[in-house]
């Protein structure tokens, strides 16, 4: 299995969109061929949703859901970064399962009340 | 000439409408501004990083700024020492350690200067260190990078985004704001749904709204985006800290028991973030998490 260590490629903040580019570069052909891959987090220490959004996120737009559960490892990642990427990743599912799933100017325009 | 009344700057409501006040009287070019501190009697960081904006944005602008240090309170005079703001605008003086977070200019997003900055001089305080795990740390400069990811991603500032903190020791708090100059974010709610002539009226509130919900972002990029505002939202809740933002005529406070946008008169076309942060670990709770079940 193709080990990633994600500190050796990016260093110990992994937090905007090029960062994820970075990793989603070398997962995304492993995966989409087929191949388990297995990505370590250990020492990184500070996360943010650009970067799962660019790494991981967006893997959800061609790979199946249940193929990233068989196929795509995640190890050492510490709970804050956790939280992160779950959070991400729910984003995720339903943004590219369900393109009108993106609130409409019709819904917004609705919302008569404001807060005060 | 246009001399600008520099007012008392806390960081209440009021204060943020006197701020923004100062913005609408210089919103122009070629104009020659002095800022005078005659009644000025107390400046909070938020004021300091949106006055240093302010200047940078003037002189974008073609205009030229003076200011009149000579009208500082002694007190102030030397918190803006401390803090490298008369150091930034040409005031011979280098700044020092102490309660001021160091004002900051960045034009474009420098991860590893902004990072570095979080972490020595804002987190990186003896005091604040002595307070909170390195574990909390990193997981509150994570969420702050989310406010500079979202100024430099959607703030289309030309001058890019100051910033300046503060420490209150006896409130156990960090403070910090992060300010903008570009179009703020009702104006690209208001783009994104151009192809309706309805977007054109909603209201900055609605736009606010609309953007602190999760899952909603401007990006057209076919990245799936719009969780940043919302983990910032939820750590800020936890964390029984506050954060208020303004954008054009919109407001948002967001605390432990509020959860709040409005529409405000005073109006100013960037993004100012406040954010207040309690050094107390008690309010987390962090586990070796071995995740177990499907991920996906």
């Known amino acids: ?116 | 000439m246009i001399v600008l009344q520099v007012p008392t700057i806390n960081d209440g409501p009021h204060d943020f409408d006197r701020l923004f006040d100062l913005w609408n009287q210089v919103n122009g070019d070629r104009l020659t501004v002095v800022f005078d501190f005659s009644s000025c009697k107390f400046l909070q960081h938020n004021g300091v990083a949106f006055l240093g904006g302010l200047a940078r944005l003037i002189e974008y602008r073609h205009g030229r700024v003076f200011f009149k240090w000579e009208t500082l309170l002694k007190k102030i005079y030397t918190n803006l020492g401390q803090n490298g703001f008369l150091a930034a605008f040409g005031f011979p003086k280098t700044a020092w350690r102490g309660n001021s977070v160091p004002y900051r200019e960045d034009q474009f997003q420098d991860k590893n200067a902004i990072i570095n900055y979080l972490k020595t001089r804002w987190i990186g305080h003896k005091w604040a260190q002595a307070h909170i795990s390195e574990k909390l740390q990193d997981a509150m400069i994570g969420k702050v990078w989310e406010i500079y990811a979202n100024a430099f991603e959607h703030g289309l500032s030309p001058i890019g985004v100051t910033s300046c903190g503060q420490y209150y020791p006896d409130h156990q708090e960090l403070k910090l704001t992060v300010v903008d100059f570009g179009i703020g974010i009702p104006a690209n709610v208001r783009l994104h749904f151009d192809y309706d002539p309805r977007a054109r009226v909603l209201t900055a509130a609605k736009c606010l709204r609309w953007a602190f919900q999760r899952g909603n972002t401007t990006d057209t990029k076919d990245i799936s985006r719009g969780v940043g505002l919302d983990l910032l939202k939820d750590f800020v809740k936890i964390n029984k800290g506050r954060l208020d933002l303004f954008s054009h005529e919109g407001c948002a406070r967001i605390d432990e028991k509020i959860d709040m946008v409005a529409n405000q008169t005073n109006f100013f076309e960037g993004t100012l973030v406040n954010i207040t942060l309690k050094c107390d670990e008690s309010f987390y709770h962090f586990s070796d998490e071995t995740f177990e079940g499907p991920l996906f």
């Not at chain 1, 250990?42 to 799962?52: C, E």
């Not at chain 1, 893997?59 to 990233?68: H, N, Q, R």
Request: contains cysteine; glycine residues 4%.
């Open chain 1, 1 to 116: 299995m193709k080990k990633i260590i994600i500190h050796d490629m990016i260093g110990e903040n992994c937090i905007t969109i090029d960062d994820g580019q970075q990793a989603y570069d070398a997962i995304y052909p492993e995966l989409i061929a087929g191949k388990p891959v297995e990505v370590d987090f250990d020492r990184v220490k500070i996360f943010a949703s650009p970067f799962f959004n660019s790494a991981i996120g967006r893997l959800l737009k061609d790979i199946e859901p249940e193929a990233l559960n068989r196929l795509l490892v995640i190890n050492n990642l510490h709970s804050d970064g956790m939280m992160v990427l779950k959070r991400v990743i729910e984003n995720s599912k339903q943004y590219y399962s369900d393109e009108t799933s993106r609130k409409t100017l019709e819904e917004i325009l609705l919302e008569q009340s404001e807060d005060q």
